[in-house]
């Protein structure tokens, strides 16, 4: 069982994905992360991030199972990892070891971009999970703040934007929804509640295969 969860930064699939891969026993892989440890590596060298050659080469040698949520969540890391994410070779050596990920057992959930489009268009369930660039900056700023950070709604709001822009206009793998990809939007909805939307599809598509 694979499951597909795409959407745009700070809509919750993180959350999202984690709760499923609890409940399910299932392995979770955030392919945001692989992005990120890209762009933190090129920052780190003081390399351009805009050398597709140099990033690829950093891109082929990670290692998906070595990477450190709590280092690389940090906001301008998702920002550099937008701007690397955009380049097609970057994209293919990160590819591969999504696919061989999404075959582990008994199931896996990968959050990202264009996993139900690109990385797994085969998926037999696939969510897109969204929310207004409003709420979407308002949480990012909760969460910063929460964490005793300082924060700039108006920067995080704009940053937004600018992300959404460059994820969803790039030429290869933009992120939007596949067509056969169930819609959550969570502007007005908690986290939990999209949690049961989801788990009500999961359960049938569980049912379907047994
Ligand atoms: O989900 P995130 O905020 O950690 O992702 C950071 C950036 O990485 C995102 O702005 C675009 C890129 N990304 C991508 O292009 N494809 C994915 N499957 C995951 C992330």
Do not use: W
Request: hydrophobic share 45%; aromatic share 4%.
């Amino acid at each position: 069982m694979i499951i597909a969860i795409d959407g745009p930064a700070a809509a919750g699939k993180g959350t999202l994905s984690r709760r499923i891969a609890e409940t399910y026993g299932f392995s979770h892989l955030d392919t945001g992360l692989a992005y990120r440890a890209t762009a933190k590596a090129l920052l780190d060298a003081g390399l351009p991030l805009d050398d597709e050659a140099v990033a690829e080469g950093v891109a082929a040698k990670l290692d998906l199972g070595g990477l450190d949520r709590a280092v690389l969540s940090r906001h301008e890391i998702g920002e550099a990892a937008s701007k690397v994410a955009v380049m097609p070779s970057v994209r293919r050596a990160l590819v591969e070891a999504q696919r061989q990920f999404s075959r582990m057992l008994p199931g896996t959930v990968l959050d990202g971009r264009d996993i139900g489009t690109v990385v797994c268009p085969d998926a037999p369930v696939k969510f897109y999970v969204t929310a207004s660039p409003e709420i979407r900056a308002r949480r990012r700023y909760d969460e910063i703040t929460g964490n005793g950070g300082a924060a700039d709604y108006q920067a995080i709001f704009d940053d937004v934007k600018r992300r959404d822009e460059r994820d969803m206009g790039r030429a290869d793998s933009p992120l939007r929804p596949a067509a056969d990809a169930h819609l959550l939007d969570t502007s007005e909805m908690s986290i939990e509640a999209a949690f049961q939307a989801a788990k009500i599809i999961i359960d049938a598509a569980l049912n379907r295969n047994a």
